[in-house]
């Protein structure tokens, strides 16, 4: 079992603050700025959100960003997707990440300052979702570097917006803003961004109030679905995505 004071320091591009009432506010960040996602942040958040879900001392999570952005920016560095033992890494990295936030059986809230362009299944595994008039919804990078959008992506969007919105969606790239996000089921609340963190403390506070077993216990009923989905199929999507991450290699060779 963690404790706060073990890992509330341990990761660089995560600002941990904890309430009184067991309430944790996760801030993902880089150098106290926006998120820049790399293969360092990757492998470094399988730990984070292992660490929070063995910590019994919370008793809700409030995850957000730093800055304009919930996450748009990513960049190779720390990424090797082109050797099978490369790929492999991701491919572990990949499936555990999103096990992990699951193991969290508290209540979580994602409360997104700003546009998500990549790894939107972070926040679509979160019980409430808060979006600023700011926040858009894209799948940008996967097809930006020619490979398949498995990395849970894929599972996830269908059961939020249906079947044929989320192929839309991840195949033509579709921006989708606040206010559409917030018709099509995958937001709750459109808050000002100077209201934001507010609300989700609001928010927060309420469920800290309620038995401590009763708001774990619900995360884990209203999750089961979503365990079921990334059991079966995130493996199966981050392999695809490997083998079209090959085929991009071996044209990159190809061409040098």
């Known amino acids: 079992m963690s404790t706060f004071?073990?890992?509330?320091?341990?990761?660089?591009?995560a600002r941990l603050t904890r309430k009184d009432n067991g309430v944790l506010e996760v801030a993902l960040h880089t150098g106290?700025?926006?998120?820049?996602?790399?293969?360092?942040?990757?492998?470094?958040?399988v730990a984070l959100f292992h660490e929070i879900g063995e910590d019994r001392d919370n008793r809700v999570v409030i995850l957000t960003g730093t800055g304009d952005a919930f996450m748009d920016t990513i960049e190779p560095e720390g990424f090797d997707f082109f050797s099978?033992?490369?790929?492999?890494k991701i491919?572990?990295?990949?499936?555990?990440?999103l096990s992990n936030i699951l193991d969290i059986e508290v209540p979580m809230i994602a409360a997104l300052n700003g546009p998500v362009?990549?790894?939107?299944?972070?926040?679509?595994?979160?019980?409430?979702?808060?979006?600023?008039?700011e926040t858009v919804f894209q799948d940008k990078p996967h097809f930006e570097?020619?490979?398949?959008?498995?990395?849970g992506v894929h599972v996830l969007w269908p059961h939020v917006i249906g079947s044929i919105r989320r192929r839309y969606f991840l195949l033509t790239r579709q921006v989708l803003d606040a206010a559409t996000a917030r018709d099509y089921g995958v937001v709750n609340e459109i808050v000002p961004a100077d209201r934001l963190l507010a609300r989700a403390h609001?928010?927060?506070d309420g469920i800290a109030a309620l038995p401590p077993l009763t708001s774990r216990y619900t995360r884990i009923a209203l999750t089961q679905p979503l365990r079921r989905l990334v059991d079966e199929g995130v493996g199966h999507g981050l392999a695809l995505e490997g083998i079209s991450a090959a085929?991009?290699?071996?044209?990159?060779a190809a061409q040098g």
């Not at 099978?84 to 492999?88: A, M």
């Not at 570097?145 to 990395?151: A, E, L, T």
């Open 117 to 133: 362009l990549l790894h939107s299944e972070y926040a679509l595994l979160t019980d409430i979702v808060l979006a600023t008039p």
């Open 32 to 45: 106290g700025g926006k998120l820049v996602f790399n293969g360092h942040t990757h492998e470094q958040f």
């Open 84 to 88: 099978p033992r490369g790929y492999d």
């Open 91 to 97: 491919l572990r990295e990949g499936r555990k990440v």
């Open 145 to 151: 570097f020619g490979i398949v959008p498995g990395d």
């Open 247 to 252: 085929e991009v290699a071996r044209s990159m």
């Open 5 to 13: 004071e073990t890992y509330r320091d341990a990761f660089p591009n």
């Open 202 to 204: 609001e928010i927060a």
